[in-house]
């Protein structure tokens, strides 16, 4: 099967974004669109990765920069907030939605933030199925660990304070259809966060814990099994 990449710009809250389609050579694909951790861009490698693996099972992928990341347009300490990733996601959503190349079907996937914006974007849309991984519920344990880490800046922990302010907790319950990968020796995102999602959201569910997974899912075993599991997840739809 050939593979085709497309350069895509669009507008959310003002702001001039970039991202990448990859497009499968069938027609009018359903489509995934993934939203990258805080610190990370679309050009991480889980989401590479897991394009390329929706491709080859005839699935469409769409990544982005959120503002203020990547070549996305945006100060980073200004314009972050889990509200603006929402709606950059929401924004993508209607885009793809909008296109008529990709089809009705969109699956969301979500690393770390990107998993909360999922999380707390998916009630807005009729999404066929969604994948998030170390995904916070909570704020309060992500400013925890910024302030006891020795390596962070005063302008960064005053970032975290003051721009990570959420909790999720009451739309869980909204969530259906949802593959819950998490690490169980994360220091950055509890592994009771996962636990809890899997226990409010409604079937279709499922919860991966690995065994020893950090935070960044380091091990390429763990990458392995993400890969085909959340590929897997999004084809069964």
Not at 16 to 25: A, E, S, T, Y
Not at 103 to 113: A, T, V
Not at 151 to 160: C, G, P, R, T
């Amino acid at each position: 099967m050939r593979l085709f990449q497309k350069n895509i710009t669009f507008f959310s809250g003002g702001y001039r974004l970039k991202g990448v389609l990859h497009m499968p050579d069938i027609s009018r694909p359903s489509v995934v669109i993934g939203s990258h951790g805080l610190l990370s861009s679309g050009d991480s490698p889980k989401q590479i990765a897991l394009a390329r693996q929706c491709n080859k099972i005839g699935l469409a992928f769409f990544r982005f920069d959120h503002r203020g990341t990547g070549q996305s347009e945006g100060d980073f300490y200004e314009v972050t907030t889990l509200q603006s990733r929402c709606e950059d996601l929401s924004s993508a959503v209607r885009l793809m939605q909008e296109r008529d190349d990709t089809g009705d079907n969109i699956g969301l996937f979500g690393s770390s933030m990107g998993g909360a914006a999922c999380l707390c974007t998916a009630r807005e849309f009729n999404i066929g199925a969604m994948v998030v991984f170390a995904a916070p519920v909570r704020s309060a344990p992500i400013v925890d660990a910024a302030a006891s880490s020795d390596e962070i800046s005063m302008k960064d922990l005053q970032f975290y304070k003051k721009n990570l302010n959420f909790d999720l907790s009451d739309y869980l319950d909204e969530l259906r259809n949802i593959l819950i990968f998490h690490g169980d020796a994360d220091e950055i995102v509890p592994p009771s966060d996962a636990e809890e999602i899997f226990l409010k959201a409604a079937k279709p569910k499922k919860l991966i814990m690995q065994k020893g997974g950090d935070h960044p899912m380091n091990d390429p075993a763990h990458q392995t099994e993400f890969i085909k599991e959340a590929a897997a997840w999004f084809r069964r739809e």
